[in-house]
């Protein structure tokens, strides 16, 4: 069976002091909670991910960061490269967030570079794809999706692809309150296992998780969730309630 994956995205919000006592609070739920299904991810900005590691070390929630730099050291004032956040304790960087494709114009090739940083350095990759609406509106949202996966992340050997987690995040819903029907979610994620199936091979494919993200929330969660090809969520808005948070991983 394929892992279940409920991961959180913070983007830019919560202070120091806010983001470690949201962690604990959240390493504590699930410590008191018999293992679930999913496998929990925070993840955090940089700024937290020392404290969050030491506050998760003993838990069953991992760590991950949102972003890493495409270069592995040197003079690069202002980043920070994959190997720093693995030295956190950190197991995961979110890589290619249509935030970043958009507002700091990451393109393919520069996602496909951070990636092998990403997993040379130990991390695993959740890798993000998806469309705009005006992508979808013109019917190109599965020519937009297949470019992003050929460009940016099948330049990977088959090895390497046990260190990626996909994301289908429609842009049109990230933070919009709109949702793909739990139909749209299935049709994309199909349609993404399948390129997967063609470049990897049938075992890759089946063992792929491909977590839904866009507007997810616990009113929601349960019915994306229980299609076949969804196999969890990347959550932004609702993973920074606590209450919102842990009823999505308890959508499973
Ligand atoms: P959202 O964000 O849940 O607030 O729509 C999801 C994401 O950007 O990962």
């Not at 962690?23 to 940089?46: E, H, M, N, R």
């Not at 202002?78 to 967030?97: C, D, F, L, P, Q």
């Not at 190109?140 to 692809?161: A, D, P, W, Y």
């Amino acid at each position: 069976m394929r892992k279940k994956i409920v991961a959180g995205n913070w983007k830019m919000n919560m202070d120091l002091a806010e983001g470690l006592k949201f962690t604990a609070s959240i390493d504590k739920y699930f410590k008191d909670k018999p293992s679930g299904k999913a496998q929990v991810i925070l993840c955090t900005p940089f700024i937290h991910l020392a404290g969050a590691s030491d506050i998760l070390k003993h838990g069953k929630v991992a760590l991950g960061a949102q972003n890493c730099a495409s270069e592995a050291s040197g003079a690069y004032t202002g980043e920070v490269s994959a190997w720093m956040i693995k030295s956190t304790g950190a197991e995961y960087v979110i890589i290619g967030h249509s935030e970043r494709r958009t507002y700091y114009h990451e393109d393919d090739k520069l996602l496909s570079k951070k990636t092998l940083l990403a997993i040379n350095s130990g991390l695993k990759v959740i890798f993000c794809i998806g469309e705009s609406l005006n992508e979808r509106e013109s019917g190109k949202h599965f020519l937009i999706v297949k470019r992003q996966l050929e460009e940016g992340l099948f330049t990977l050997t088959e090895n390497q692809m046990d260190m990626i987690v996909l994301a289908y995040e429609p842009v049109w819903a990230i933070g919009t309150g709109l949702t793909a029907s739990p139909e749209q979610a299935q049709e994309m994620h199909k349609y993404i296992r399948d390129l997967v199936k063609e470049k990897y091979g049938n075992e890759c494919a089946k063992k792929m998780p491909i977590l839904y993200g866009g507007s997810c929330k616990p009113s929601n969660a349960a019915e994306i969730f229980s299609k076949p090809d969804v196999d969890g969520g990347l959550i932004g808005g609702a993973a920074l309630k606590k209450e919102d948070f842990t009823a999505i991983v308890e959508a499973f």
